[in-house]
């Protein structure tokens, strides 16, 4: 039997590479014939993992992490038709079964069948079904024919690998948060957060034809990131308000749409930078959003925080100014991006060099051995989507 290794969460704050089970086709004591063992190409970490491993979810020690996975199919179950062994293959992190009510509608980030506790699973994810994550060596996929984005050709594909592997969360989650928005040709839209998530999403207006996109956020460095592909960028630690500074860049303070990329560990602005203030940019992208614009919420909110500020917080229920979001007749859209949604069209402008995501989030691969150091620069604000080599096969 082959070996594994895998990235688990020990504590808060630390992370260690284990040796773990080889996956095998099976869902606990059933067969999994629909499913198939990928050779991990590329896996990345995402900040939502982070929130897992600051201790801010109720996440148990020994999770094996990682839900954005791209590998090489080295077996198939029996019932697989439409894959074969040595296909390089695209995971999003959304797992479904691709029967139910809602896979059939193609919300894909709520399906029925593969979470007990709730709609919607991931891989290594608490709360998200079970899953074994991906940041390891080896993995297995259920319903793969279903649930698995086939690259057409293995050179060409490993040619832009740090590219495609953005395909299993952060590209179509930046995107669709974009959509979701609005954004359109000649729309302005302010974007909250420049880590990788809020890098992709602007990078996903431009592709979209936005005419201006205003990146905020607290770093310096990722603010420097979102310049370099054309961003105009808020430091939030300045003590102007976000409208006056969003006035100072299009002559008016306010946009036509907003993207939330932050989520539920928000900081307050200006002054306030120091102070966890989870309503923060909600309130905010309310405020600076025009009469009948849209927000796309693709941050994580979560229904159990135990670092939360508050007993609200810890249960997720934030001080929002719904009232004025009613009043100014926006329009929320939150929630997992349905992935499967778009990524083989990402995939397409990715191929057809429409996109250059990877320069966009600033991809740096490093070994899995690397990946509590990956962890750690992360966490300090890094302007750097990580991804895990296992095999070395991206370098190589």
Same mark, same amino acid.
């Given at each position: 039997?082959?070996?594994?290794?895998?990235?688990?969460?020990?504590?808060?704050?630390?992370?260690?590479?284990?040796?773990?089970?080889?996956?095998k086709?099976?869902?606990?004591s059933?067969?999994?014939?629909?499913?198939?063992i990928?050779k991990i190409?590329?896996?990345?970490?995402?900040?939502?993992?982070?929130?897992?491993?600051?201790?801010r979810?109720?996440a148990p020690?020994?999770?094996?992490?990682?839900?954005?996975?791209?590998g090489?199919v080295?077996?198939?179950g029996r019932?697989?038709?439409?894959?074969?062994v040595?296909?390089?293959?695209?995971?999003?992190f959304?797992?479904?079964?691709?029967?139910?009510?809602?896979?059939?509608a193609?919300?894909?980030?709520?399906?029925l069948?593969?979470?007990?506790?709730?709609?919607?699973?991931?891989y290594?994810?608490?709360?998200?079904?079970?899953?074994?994550?991906?940041?390891?060596e080896?993995?297995m996929?259920p319903?793969?024919?279903?649930?698995?984005?086939?690259?057409p050709?293995?050179?060409?594909?490993?040619?832009?690998?740090?590219?495609?592997?953005?395909?299993?969360?952060?590209f179509?989650?930046?995107?669709?948060? #974009?959509v979701? +928005?609005?954004v359109? %040709?000649?729309?302005? /839209?302010?974007?909250a957060?420049? *880590?990788?998530?809020?890098? =992709?999403?602007?990078?996903?207006?431009?592709?979209?034809?936005?005419?201006c996109?205003?990146?905020?956020?607290?770093?310096?460095?990722?603010?420097?990131?979102?310049?370099s592909?054309?961003?105009e960028t808020?430091?939030?630690?300045?003590?102007?308000?976000?409208?006056?500074?969003?006035?100072?860049?299009?002559?008016?303070?306010?946009?036509?749409?907003?993207?939330?990329?932050?989520g539920?560990?928000a900081?307050?602005?200006?002054?306030d930078?120091?102070?966890?203030r989870p309503?923060t940019?909600?309130n905010?992208?309310?405020?600076?959003?025009r #009469?009948?614009? +849209?927000?796309?919420? %693709?941050g994580?909110? /979560?229904?159990?925080?135990?670092? *939360?500020?508050?007993?609200? =917080?810890?249960?997720?229920?934030?001080?929002?100014?719904?009232?004025?979001?009613?009043?100014?007749?926006?329009s929320?859209?939150?929630?997992?991006c349905?992935?499967?949604k778009?990524h083989?069209?990402?995939?397409?402008?990715i191929?057809?060099?429409?996109?250059?995501?990877?320069?966009a989030?600033?991809?740096?691969?490093?070994?899995?051995?690397?990946?509590?150091?990956?962890?750690?620069?992360?966490?300090?604000?890094?302007a750097t989507?990580?991804?895990i080599?296992?095999?070395?096969?991206?370098?190589?």
């Open positions: 039997m082959a070996s594994n290794r895998g990235v688990a969460y020990i504590a808060p704050g630390k992370v260690e590479v284990q040796s773990i089970d080889y996956p086709l099976a869902i606990g059933r067969r999994c014939d629909h499913g198939v990928l190409v590329s896996t990345n970490i995402c900040g939502s993992d982070q929130h897992m491993v600051r201790g979810t109720t020690a020994g999770l094996i992490l990682g839900h954005e996975i791209t090489q080295v077996e198939c019932d697989v038709e439409f894959l074969s040595g296909d390089i293959v695209s995971v999003p959304n797992i479904a079964c691709g029967r139910c009510r809602n896979c059939k193609g919300q894909t980030g709520i399906c069948n593969v979470n007990p506790a709730r709609p919607g699973a991931a290594g994810y608490v709360d998200m079904g079970g899953w074994v994550g991906g940041q390891a080896y993995v996929v319903y793969a024919d279903w649930n698995l984005l086939k690259f050709d293995k050179d060409q594909a490993m040619a832009k690998i740090k590219d495609l592997t953005l395909l299993s969360d952060i179509p989650t930046g995107f669709h948060g #974009a979701t +928005a609005g359109g %040709p000649g729309t302005i /839209v302010y974007i957060g420049a *880590g990788p998530v809020g890098l =992709a999403s602007a990078a996903s207006c431009h592709l979209l034809g936005a005419a996109v205003i990146v905020g956020d607290m770093i310096p460095e990722r603010l420097a990131q979102a310049r592909f054309g961003c808020i430091d939030l630690r300045q003590p102007a308000s976000l409208a006056d500074q969003i006035a100072a860049i299009v002559g008016v303070p306010e946009v036509d749409c907003a993207v939330d990329c932050v539920f560990e900081r307050g602005h200006g002054a930078t120091v102070v966890e309503a940019v909600l905010a992208l309310m405020e600076v959003t #009469a009948g614009g +849209a927000l796309g919420i %693709p994580l909110y /979560v229904t159990g925080d135990p670092g *939360g500020v508050d007993d609200n =917080a810890k249960i997720g229920m934030l001080g929002i100014r719904i009232g004025l979001g009613w009043a100014k007749s926006h929320f859209h939150t929630g997992q349905p992935v499967m778009y083989r069209q990402l995939m397409q402008a191929l057809y060099e429409k996109i250059h995501i990877a320069k989030v600033n991809v740096q691969t490093i070994s899995l051995d690397d990946a509590p150091k990956g962890y750690s620069d992360f966490d300090k604000g890094a989507k990580f991804v080599d296992p095999h070395g096969m991206v370098a190589a």
